[in-house]
């Protein structure tokens, strides 16, 4: 059964039990600053979790791209993965764990899906603890279908307890589906193997979380924060199964990169590889490209901020590990990883398709960018441990790795673990920070430009004045222009013209597409030229103004040009989430607007 029958299959048993197909969401999280991926398929149903109404009803079900980076350093073993795709299906205050749980089995064990042997299936859930009570309920869901009881394992809230996303946020107690694969170490561990086991007998395939708690920060009497758990008006099920994973266990693969979707992707990589048996780093370049592939989709560009910085780290990661099996660069590995990823996936992500181009520049550009410089900062680093008499790689090395040859510290630190030394992350930050101090003192001394004072935050707010310009005018028209503003490190007042007060529906456009140029991630670059010349290439300037012969002319990528003294950041993903918090008249024709930064 190939990867895409599997999905439907699910889609359609879902689908014969009520549920409504919704789409995937993006791999960047709409509304929440909290995390830098969408890392599940319930992170864009928080809302309706919470006790939103969604429109399409009570029953859900869809595959969801999701992207998780903490296990990073597995990425390459038989299971791990940094982009992957989810089934799920969720009941939002209607059927409970016994449903929940019925469903799953049918759908695994029932010769018209999936048909697996149910002597093949193992579960865990919650054994409970001094906030939340042990789940029978699940227990005796599971005894009542006919598993035994010793294939039933408690577990406690480090194996059985999901969310929230971020730090705060709906969670609950979970009950886990193992798929037994191999009875090879059942010799070796004996009464000691159990589905959590590392001997490689088991595989997690699904995950039934009871969504009933939401994790919330309470300030005490000293004023000190903990987290209590508050349940939730409504009782939820989310359940995520790994696609990948299910499609191994179906094909009888033990490991996910031989399945079939993934399986063509490891071809090209073997195809141009000189030393064909080292397979793990094959592995990491197979699912590292792969992952910024997606991720680049979803309109994110290489960065050192944020989601962008991920993007870097998988891309330049992989050209790392493609360097250590010999492959030449004029294969150019990373265009043939991405047409094969664009065409296998296309069908169900479209902007695969409609950002083919942009996908495959941006990824070319980043290896071209990198390996400019990896061969000398590979002699580099070896040149630094070279005659070290202790084991560690000082900070102020690890920063000159980064700051002149491109190196994240995770490639450096990764280096020094494959030759027995350590890295000073601390000492590294303290350089870093030295760095950007003098780099803030560099932008205050040059760019300062009227503004009462100069930190990181009003630099900021400052950048979002001219996004905010740019998308009031393509909401409400070419009439509006600025008249006056104010900055402070809290917040940012802005004045324009405009004739009426705004609707809700023009201010959360005008919300929504500051935050897509956030999410964008565009580059802020500064042109000098003469005040006619910008004038006459469009850029924006404050009428009655007094400007030199010579101006700064900022640009934020194709969204907005204007005339200003500065500062600025330089990538517009590092200003977090912008919300517009007042809207009023100041007279005729003027309104004002103030926002945060969030």
């Known amino acids: 059964m190939d990867i895409n029958q599997i999905r439907e299959k699910y889609l359609n048993y879902?689908?014969?039990?009520?549920?409504?197909?919704?789409?995937?969401?993006?791999?960047?999280?709409?509304?929440?600053?909290?995390?830098?991926?969408?890392?599940?398929?319930?992170?864009?149903?928080?809302?309706?979790?919470?006790?939103?109404?969604?429109?399409?009803?009570?029953?859900?079900?869809?595959?969801?791209?999701?992207?998780?980076?903490?296990?990073?350093?597995?990425?390459?073993?038989?299971?791990?993965?940094?982009?992957?795709?989810?089934?799920?299906?969720?009941?939002?205050?209607?059927?409970?764990?016994?449903?929940?749980?019925?469903?799953?089995?049918?759908?695994?064990?029932?010769?018209?899906?999936?048909?697996?042997?149910?002597?093949?299936?193992?579960?865990?859930?919650?054994?409970?603890?001094?906030?939340?009570?042990?789940?029978?309920?699940?227990?005796?869901?599971?005894?009542?279908?006919?598993?035994?009881?010793?294939?039933?394992?408690?577990?406690?809230?480090?194996?059985?307890?999901?969310?929230?996303?971020?730090?705060?946020?709906?969670?609950?107690?979970?009950?886990?589906?193992?798929?037994?694969?191999?009875?090879?170490?059942?010799?070796?561990?004996?009464?000691?193997?159990?589905?959590?086991?590392?001997?490689?007998?088991?595989?997690?395939?699904?995950?039934l979380v009871f969504m009933e708690y939401e994790?919330?920060?309470?300030?005490?009497?000293n004023k000190e924060e903990k987290f209590e758990y508050v349940k939730l008006k409504q009782k939820n099920i989310d359940t995520g199964m790994g696609l990948e994973r299910i499609s191994a266990v179906l094909q009888g693969k033990n490991n996910v990169y031989e399945i079939d979707t993934l399986s063509k992707i490891f071809d090209v990589v073997c195809n141009?590889?000189?030393?064909?048996?080292?397979?793990?780093?094959?592995?990491?370049?197979?699912?590292?490209?792969?992952?910024?592939?997606?991720?680049?989709?979803?309109?994110?560009?290489?960065?050192?901020?944020?989601?962008?910085?991920?993007?870097?780290?998988?891309?330049?990661?992989?050209?790392?590990?493609?360097?250590?099996?010999?492959?030449?660069?004029?294969?150019?590995?990373?265009?043939?990883?991405?047409?094969?990823?664009?065409?296998?996936?296309?069908t169900h992500y479209p902007n695969l398709s409609k950002n083919k181009n942009k996908i495959i520049e941006e990824i070319q550009k980043e290896e071209d960018k990198f390996e400019q410089t990896l061969d000398r900062g590979l002699k580099q680093f070896h040149k630094i441990i070279e005659d070290k008499k202790e084991s560690l790689v000082t900070g102020d090395e690890v920063f000159k790795l980064y700051d002149t040859f491109g190196f994240p510290i995770e490639i450096t630190e990764e280096l020094a673990k494959e030759n027995n030394f350590k890295i000073d992350r601390e000492g590294f930050c303290q350089a870093?920070?030295?760095?950007?101090?003098?780099?803030?003192?560099?932008?205050?001394?040059?760019?300062?430009?009227?503004?009462?004072?100069?930190?990181?935050?009003?630099?900021?707010?400052?950048?979002?004045?001219?996004?905010?310009?740019?998308?009031?005018?393509?909401?409400?028209?070419?009439?509006?222009?600025?008249?006056?503003?104010?900055?402070?490190?809290e917040r940012l007042r802005f004045d324009f013209s405009h004739p009426q007060k705004l609707t809700s529906d023009e201010l959360k456009k005008v919300e929504d597409l500051v935050n897509q140029v956030i999410i964008n991630n565009y580059q802020v670059e500064m042109k000098k030229m003469k005040l006619s010349e910008a004038q006459n290439e469009g850029a924006l300037y404050i009428e009655g103004e007094s400007y030199p012969d010579e101006v700064n002319v900022y640009m934020i990528e194709n969204f907005s040009k204007e005339v200003c003294g500065g500062p600025h950041i330089e990538f517009t993903g590092e200003l977090g989430k912008f919300r517009i918090i007042k809207e009023e008249s100041l007279g005729s024709n003027v309104r004002r607007i103030k926002a945060v930064l969030e």
């Open 14 to 207: 879902f689908v014969t039990k009520a549920h409504k197909i919704i789409p995937s969401a993006s791999l960047i999280p709409e509304h929440d600053p909290s995390v830098l991926f969408t890392t599940a398929g319930m992170h864009p149903l928080v809302p309706y979790l919470l006790g939103q109404k969604h429109p399409k009803g009570s029953r859900l079900v869809n595959f969801q791209k999701c992207l998780r980076t903490p296990d990073i350093d597995e990425v390459g073993d038989n299971w791990h993965m940094t982009f992957f795709e989810m089934l799920g299906n969720w009941s939002l205050n209607d059927y409970g764990r016994k449903e929940a749980i019925e469903y799953a089995w049918e759908f695994l064990t029932n010769e018209k899906w999936l048909g697996i042997a149910k002597d093949k299936i193992w579960v865990s859930v919650y054994e409970g603890d001094k906030d939340i009570k042990k789940d029978t309920e699940s227990y005796r869901a599971w005894k009542d279908l006919g598993l035994p009881a010793d294939r039933i394992f408690f577990y406690g809230r480090s194996e059985n307890w999901w969310g929230p996303a971020g730090e705060v946020g709906p969670c609950g107690p979970d009950s886990e589906i193992f798929i037994e694969t191999d009875n090879i170490h059942r010799k070796e561990f004996g009464d000691k193997c159990h589905p959590n086991c590392n001997c490689g007998r088991f595989v997690e395939v699904w995950n």
């Open 215 to 221: 994790k919330k920060i309470k300030i005490n009497n």
């Open 272 to 346: 141009v590889c000189v030393d064909k048996t080292d397979i793990k780093p094959m592995r990491i370049i197979v699912d590292h490209l792969r992952a910024a592939v997606m991720i680049l989709a979803d309109g994110i560009i290489p960065s050192n901020i944020d989601q962008g910085y991920i993007l870097r780290r998988l891309i330049r990661r992989a050209i790392r590990h493609s360097k250590s099996l010999n492959i030449n660069r004029q294969k150019n590995l990373s265009t043939l990883v991405a047409q094969v990823v664009i065409e296998d996936l296309k």
């Open 432 to 489: 870093y920070a030295r760095h950007q101090e003098k780099s803030r003192a560099g932008a205050t001394k040059k760019f300062k430009g009227g503004l009462a004072e100069c930190s990181e935050a009003t630099i900021k707010y400052h950048t979002a004045t001219h996004i905010l310009q740019e998308a009031l005018r393509k909401v409400l028209g070419g009439h509006v222009r600025q008249k006056g503003s104010n900055i402070t490190p």
